[in-house]
């Protein structure tokens, strides 16, 4: 009888914890239930605001960001969303948050170079945690850096911004275009010598930096001296002398076999190399018999959160992932098949030239365009060198010194 009691109570005693342990997982972080009806994570009702371009919201191309939000929601069950939608370009993001952005959208794209002006009026959210660590792994290096401000993410890239190259296939095989001084010798070039969103990319190759190496050292200004920028200055002034080099593009320039470029000029491309037409990075340069890579300006769109809005100070977590999502690999690949509008992602296999050329531009033959305050202080001291060389006032006699003088004049500006 002794025995059989202490059985009974065993198996009580089992029962009891059994039940407790069954009790528990119910108010799990999980939101799942079992099978004995445990308590379930309540459904969050959410209002999301979202703002983007007037072309991915037409019925002509899709209507892009409804399908994606309304995929996004159907991805998660355990926010019931209403979305409303408005129509806001990228460029002018900063002017319509920073109005006010407590009346803002919760989220929006943006052009990656309004990134200080947004943070200065409140209107965009740092980001952290895994959605940006799987967006670090999805993108080039560069890509990241374009959205990376001070050390923070503040939005996830959906598409580059850079120039490239498009060239007459007819005139260049795929090994001279890995060189522009190979390229020189077969056919006329054109390149916008005058441009100084271009010019730095014979600098850069060569070492010189602008604010560091990453574009993220305020203090250590431009870096355009000593010997490396004016090794690059007297490259130049041999270039404009070569014959089969122009300055500006295949518009100012008929016979040009070759000129540089971003996506906006691609119909230009195709009407003056038809079916010969070719797209690639920027090639590199030969100074003091090494091989240097040019390296043109980058930057990106992207999706941003605005930190000022009701929805991200109750649920933060709808609108950072609703603006992963459309950053993501998916919306990305919608995007492309959609609009053309050319990845970022490398987990998306691109088709076409036009769209490889940016990709590979972003990926390894370009630096970021510098989210500084003082890097309007670059701009009219390289367009100055960029004009005095296509007009010969530049040599070899005064290449170093000419070349100092601009690297004065743009940290002169840029502590004044």
């Excluded at 129509?87 to 919760?106: F, Q, Y």
């Excluded at 491309?269 to 030969?286: E, F, K, Q």
């Amino acid at each position: 009888m002794k025995k059989l009691m202490a059985m009974m109570m065993a198996l009580m005693l089992c029962v009891g914890l059994l039940a407790g342990c069954g009790g528990s997982s119910g108010g799990g972080g999980t939101g799942g239930g079992d099978a004995g009806g445990s308590e379930t994570k309540e459904v969050v009702d959410a209002t999301v605001t979202v703002w983007g371009p007037q072309e991915d919201q037409s019925d002509d191309n899709g209507k892009w960001l409804q399908t994606q939000c309304e995929a996004f929601a159907a991805a998660h069950p355990e926010w019931n969303i209403t979305f409303k939608y408005g129509v806001c370009s990228e460029g002018d993001a900063k002017t319509n948050i920073g109005t006010d952005p407590s009346v803002g959208a919760d989220v929006y794209m943006f052009a990656n170079d309004q990134i200080p002006d947004l943070l200065k009026t409140g209107g965009i959210a740092e980001l952290g945690g895994s959605n940006v660590e799987t967006m670090k792994a999805n993108n080039s290096e560069t890509t990241v850096n374009t959205v990376t401000y001070d050390g923070s993410v503040y939005g996830f890239p959906f598409t580059g911004n850079t120039w490239f190259m498009y060239y007459d296939k007819s005139v260049f095989s795929d090994e001279d275009i890995k060189s522009l001084d190979a390229m020189l010798e077969k056919g006329k070039v054109a390149f916008p010598m005058d441009n100084s969103w271009y010019i730095a990319a014979f600098y850069v190759a060569n070492g010189c930096t602008l604010f560091g190496a990453d574009g993220g050292d305020a203090d250590a200004g431009f870096d355009f001296s000593g010997d490396k920028a004016a090794a690059v200055t007297n490259y130049l002034v041999d270039l404009i002398a070569n014959p089969n080099f122009s300055n500006g593009d295949v518009g100012t320039n008929a016979d040009a076999k070759a000129f540089f470029s971003g996506t906006w000029d691609y119909q230009k491309a195709v009407d003056a190399y038809g079916d010969n037409l070719g797209i690639a990075a920027a090639p590199s340069i030969t100074i003091d018999g090494e091989l240097k890579q040019m390296k043109a300006f980058a930057g990106s769109k992207a999706v941003g959160v605005n930190p000022a809005t009701a929805l991200y100070k109750e649920h933060p977590e709808i609108a950072v992932a609703l603006a992963a999502y459309l950053g993501g690999t998916d919306a990305q690949k919608a995007h492309y098949e959609l609009r053309n509008i050319i990845p970022t992602d490398n987990n998306i296999t691109v088709d076409d030239p036009l769209a490889k050329a940016q990709m590979d531009a972003m990926d390894f033959a370009s630096i970021v365009q510098p989210l500084q305050a003082n890097m309007g202080n670059y701009w009219t001291p390289a367009e100055s060198m960029g004009k005095e060389l296509v007009s010969g006032t530049v040599t070899h006699d005064n290449a170093a010194d000419k070349t100092e003088a601009m690297n004065t004049s743009m940290n002169t500006s840029a502590v004044q």
